[in-house]
């Protein structure tokens, strides 16, 4: 079994909410006591609505927040006593945005030779060689070395993103919506581009996206997080083929389909969101849940582990997992 190149335990990140004018702030769980490893040479999937902690948790991944509480170790050196530089030789970003994560008055070879210079990279005389290598294996012709970003495609500009993150070959990459930006047409070249550059180089991925079928497509394991929490877990085949959590099958029922006539799938979820200043009691997901039980309201869900999985759900204590396995997709 590989070894842990990310380990959450316990995690949280808590932000003091202004809740208006002379009224005291009130705090907002972004990330709530998360525990989390990410195995070297996988692709872990994040998934869940806006707003559940899911760019919070990559932001502390990178080293740019801080956790509140619990630890966070990278590599085996923990988060925010290592040196940035190190985390950064480390652990790599790809945002969502390839023109506004680009600095429009550089150049594209200067962009891409950015962290040779930054992370003091001993021999200057190479980085030339290096960044015409690293693009030439992301597609980018030579020709738009001196190039700047507003004279590329949305695509190209992603292309750009990658190799800025590759040149100095970190060992992690974290993916934020990394095709969400592109054109439908580009979204598949790029993923494409990631899953060979994966193998080329070892990589470990942590791809943040809302798009469902990007995470089957690219995910060896999926973490399934809602108001913080990360409330299922398990490998990629075995999350979609049998989802556990009501939560988990609510979001694959959502996936629009091209059958004709079958028009917009009802998620039962309803059209509103819990407040994450001030959740529900017990499981933060009864409001919204098609399965509640009795004690839900009233209590914490035990966090339970089976076959290489764990799910956060009243519905598998107490022998009530029949109930809950009704709900599997075919």
């Not at 945002?95 to 008055?105: E, M, T």
């Not at 020709?143 to 190799?163: E, H, T, W």
């Not at 930006?181 to 943040?208: C, H, K, P």
Request: with cysteine; glycine share 8%; aromatic share 4%.
């Amino acid at each position: 079994m590989s070894d842990p190149v990310i380990e959450a335990r316990d995690v949280t990140r808590t932000f003091m909410i202004s809740s208006g004018f002379m009224r005291a702030k009130k705090p907002l769980h972004a990330v709530n006591g998360i525990t989390l490893d990410v195995m070297r040479g996988e692709v872990l999937g994040i998934v869940g609505e806006s707003g559940c902690g899911k760019s919070t948790l990559a932001r502390m991944m990178l080293g740019l927040l801080t956790p509140t509480s619990g630890t966070l170790h990278l590599d085996g050196q923990l988060v925010g006593s290592a040196d940035r530089i190190e985390v950064a030789r480390i652990l790599q970003p790809i945002f969502q945005d390839p023109y506004s994560s680009l600095n429009p008055r550089k150049s594209i070879g200067d962009i891409i030779m950015l962290p040779l210079l930054v992370q003091k990279d001993p021999d200057p005389r190479t980085w030339r060689k290096r960044t015409e290598e690293i693009m030439d294996l992301v597609g980018l012709p030579a020709r738009v070395f001196n190039n700047f970003p507003s004279q590329l495609s949305g695509g190209q500009r992603q292309r750009v993103a990658i190799a800025r993150a590759l040149i100095n070959r970190p060992k992690i990459v974290i993916c934020d919506e990394p095709t969400s930006a592109l054109d439908v047409s580009v979204q598949s070249q790029i993923l494409n581009l990631l899953q060979d550059l994966r193998a080329e180089f070892g990589l470990t991925y942590v791809l943040i996206s809302h798009n469902l079928a990007v995470i089957e497509h690219m995910a060896t394991r999926v973490a399934v997080m809602y108001l913080g929490r990360i409330v299922e877990q398990n490998e990629t085949g075995n999350l979609f083929r049998a989802p556990r959590h009501p939560y988990t099958r609510a979001l694959l029922d959502s996936v629009l389909t091209p059958e004709p006539g079958l028009g917009v799938p009802d998620t039962h979820l309803g059209a509103a969101y819990p407040n994450p200043i001030d959740p529900p009691p017990g499981c933060t997901f009864h409001p919204r849940c098609a399965a509640v039980l009795e004690k839900c309201p009233k209590q914490f869900p035990p966090t339970l582990r089976a076959n290489g999985g764990m799910v956060e759900c009243h519905l598998y204590a107490d022998g009530g997992g029949k109930k809950a396995r009704k709900g599997n997709r075919k």
